[in-house]
């Protein structure tokens, strides 16, 4: 098994674009091997420096020039030495192989199930590193429901949902059209209606993205997840269409599926406050669980007693008792919703 962390891609040294007060760097790697720059062929220690000083540069000028409120400035690409200038990044690798870009060095490996990815970026920086924008999805249903395991991920590992058009059109809404001549590229005309299941997917995703689930997802330090037995089905294909990409790219408007988990999960500690596991269950049907939860440990000690809570969306549930020892617990997953099963101390 080969395990891929593409969120590690190294930056390039060029290309600034302004875009409503937020700043996107494009890029690979930090080298660059021009001869006719004042640096060594390569050197990436002084393309990191200049990469490092134009950021707090157009910071600072950016605030200056917004009234004295700082602008979040973010890259598509990102990689360790950025990690303290940036407020978020664009990746799209969590698509693949429904998306072009990052993860396409690993695209035939990503289908045959030969390579799978780690959150290893997210584990570790995850508390005080930059936003990740991942998905690369539209609302659309022919894109096929591969996407719902696509965003699903995104979301549990603690990432925000991006919707994409830069290579296909908006849905219509209300009889509105995308006019691919008003567009920077001219995409073929897919004219394709907003999917309801699909968008309610994304409304359940992001309302407990802002809910009792935000302190984890956006703050929260990355756990190992918990041991979880799945009742039935342990895996589903889904179907993949991937027209929104440029008609450039080798695979344009290649036709495939994908076998996942069907139960996808996280779990996370917040501050020395409180622990929490998010699950999400991406097949058609509900899906039981068996999941086996161990005491947690805080940084300022072990609690002998916690509170379990458990939450659909942002919708409490109801109380699953006390943990006092590891403890098997059952939990009904609903198809394609968020769950959180939290737990806070109450005896220290
Ligand atoms: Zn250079």
């Given amino acids: 098994m080969v395990f891929l962390l593409w969120c590690l891609v190294l930056q390039r040294c060029r290309h600034l674009m ?48 917004a009234g004295g409120t700082a602008i979040p400035q973010g890259s598509e690409l990102i990689n360790e030495q950025l990690v303290s200038h940036l407020a978020f990044y664009q990746a799209r690798g ?3 192989p429904a998306a072009p870009f990052e993860a396409d060095p690993f695209r035939t490996m990503i289908k045959n199930r030969s390579a799978e990815k780690i ?27 591969f996407v719902y395991f696509v965003l699903g991920r995104v979301f549990v590992q603690g990432a925000l949902i991006e919707l994409n058009y830069e290579f296909s059109a908006l849905e ?57 037995e799945v009742i039935g089905e342990r895996e589903v294909e889904l179907h993949y269409f991937l027209y929104h990409v440029g008609t450039d790219f080798s695979e344009y408007g290649e036709r495939g599926s994908m076998t996942v988990p069907a139960v996808l999960q996280s779990a996370w500690r917040y501050r020395d406050a409180s622990v929490a596991w998010m699950f999400l269950n991406v097949a058609l049907e509900d ?7 161990d005491l947690p440990t ?17 919708d409490l549930v109801g109380p699953m008792g006390t943990l006092t020892a590891s403890r098997r617990i059952r939990l009904d997953l609903p198809a394609r919703r968020p769950v959180l099963l939290e737990a806070v101390p109450i005896q220290t």
């Fill in 18 to 65: 302004l875009k409503d007060f937020v700043v996107l760097t494009q890029g690979m790697r930090h080298t660059c091997i021009s001869s006719a720059h004042q640096h060594q062929p390569g050197a990436s220690t002084a393309i990191t420096h200049a990469y490092r000083t134009m950021l707090s540069e157009s910071a600072v000028a950016m605030k200056s020039a």
């Fill in 94 to 96: 969590e698509a693949s």
């Fill in 298 to 314: 805080l940084a300022n000690g072990s609690p002998r007693t916690w509170k379990l809570n458990f939450y659909q969306g942002d």
């Fill in 172 to 228: 219509g809404l209300g009889g509105c059209r995308d006019q691919p001549a008003e567009q920077y590229y001219p995409f073929p005309e897919h004219y394709f209606a907003i999917d309801p299941e699909l968008a309610g997917y994304v409304g359940s995703l992001a309302r407990a993205r802002v809910g009792r689930a935000n302190r984890y997802l956006a703050y929260g330090a990355m756990l190992r997840p918990a041991p979880c």
């Fill in 287 to 293: 899906r039981r669980v068996y999941v086996q939860i």
């Fill in 119 to 145: 959150p290893l970026f997210t584990y570790v920086y995850h508390e005080f590193g930059p936003e990740r924008i991942d998905g690369w999805a539209k609302l659309s249903r022919e894109q096929g429901d």
